[in-house]
C-alpha cells in the first residue's frame, strides 16, 4: 500500500481530456516535495514524463501537464491518442519514510 | 545518448544473495550533476525505490530493505551494482537501473527524479 494513492484505472475515447490523480499526506507531496510523473507503456520501461510538478523533460508533447495543490496532484492529457495508453506513476519523496516513493499506478485505456 | 544497461542472473535462489550490475553507455558515471539507483517492479505492483548513490559513494536506502541491500559504484568501468542478501519469493521483481537528477526547491534539497532508466531485468527467487 502507497502512502500516495492513485485510482487504479482511467479511461477516454481518443482525443478526449483525462485526469490522472495522486493523493499524498503533508509527510510529501504537501510538505511540500516536487511531484514526478512517468509513463510506462507495454514491454517497455518507464519514461519521465513531468518532474517538479509541472515541467517536461525535451521530447514530451504538450499535451502532457501536470499541477498540484495542497496534498494532491494531477496529470492532465489532452488529446488522447492510442499510444498513450498504458501505466502512469506519480512519485516524490516522503519525510515519514525517509525515501522516495511511487504511487500504485493509473492504467490508462483508450477506448 | 546515455544508456543504461541492467545485467545479471535472472534466477536466484531462496536466502541467496541477488546481484545486479548497470553499465552506463554515452555518459560519465563520475558526473556531478547526477545520481544513479536502482528501483524494481514486482508482478502486477508498483515501483518500488531501491537505493540511489553518488559517484563519490554517498548512499541512500529505502528502509525497508536498508538491513539487506548494499549499493556499491565503481566508476573505472562506468558501472553502479545493487546486492541483496536473503531474498525471498517477494524478492521476484522487473529491476531497473536509473539516473537521478537531484535538485533543491525552496524547501528541501531532496527533489530526485529518474529521467533515464535502463530496460529492466526480471529477476525470479525460487529454488
Known amino acids: 500500500q502507497s502512502v500516495l494513492t492513485q485510482s487504479p484505472s482511467v479511461s477516454g475515447a481518443p482525443g478526449q481530456r483525462v485526469t490522472i490523480s495522486c493523493t499524498g499526506s503533508?509527510?510529501?507531496?504537501?510538505?511540500?516535495?516536487?511531484l514526478h510523473w512517468y509513463q510506462r507503456l507495454p514491454g517497455t520501461a518507464p519514461k519521465l514524463l513531468i518532474y517538479g510538478n509541472n515541467n517536461r523533460p525535451s521530447g514530451v508533447p504538450d499535451r502532457f501537464s501536470g499541477s498540484t495543490s495542497g496534498t494532491s496532484a494531477s496529470l492532465a492529457i489532452t488529446g488522447l491518442q492510442a499510444e498513450d495508453e498504458g501505466d502512469y506513476y506519480c512519485q516524490t519523496y516522503d519525510s515519514s519514510l525517509s525515501g522516495w516513493v511511487f504511487g500504485g499506478g493509473t492504467k490508462l485505456t483508450v477506448l | 545518448q546515455l544508456q543504461l544497461q541492467e545485467s545479471g542472473p535472472g534466477l536466484v535462489k531462496p536466502s541467496e544473495t541477488l546481484a545486479l550490475t548497470c553499465t552506463v553507455s554515452g555518459g560519465s558515471i563520475s558526473s556531478s550533476s547526477y545520481y544513479w539507483g536502482w528501483i524494481r517492479q514486482p508482478p502486477g505492483k508498483g515501483l518500488e525505490w531501491i537505493a540511489t548513490i553518488y559517484y563519490s559513494g554517498s548512499t541512500f536506502y529505502n528502509p525497508s530493505l536498508k538491513s539487506r541491500v548494499t549499493i556499491s559504484v565503481d566508476s573505472s568501468k562506468n558501472q553502479f551494482s545493487l546486492r541483496l542478501s536473503s531474498v525471498t519469493a517477494a524478492d521476484t521483481a522487473v529491476y531497473y537501473c536509473?539516473?537521478?537528477?537531484?535538485?533543491?526547491?525552496?524547501?528541501?534539497?531532496?527533489?530526485?527524479?529518474?529521467?533515464?532508466w535502463g530496460k529492466g531485468t526480471t529477476v525470479t527467487v525460487s529454488s
Open positions: 536509473a539516473r537521478i537528477r537531484r535538485y533543491c526547491s525552496m524547501t528541501s534539497c531532496l527533489q530526485d527524479y529518474m529521467d533515464v
Open positions: 503533508s509527510s510529501n507531496i504537501g510538505a511540500p516535495y516536487d
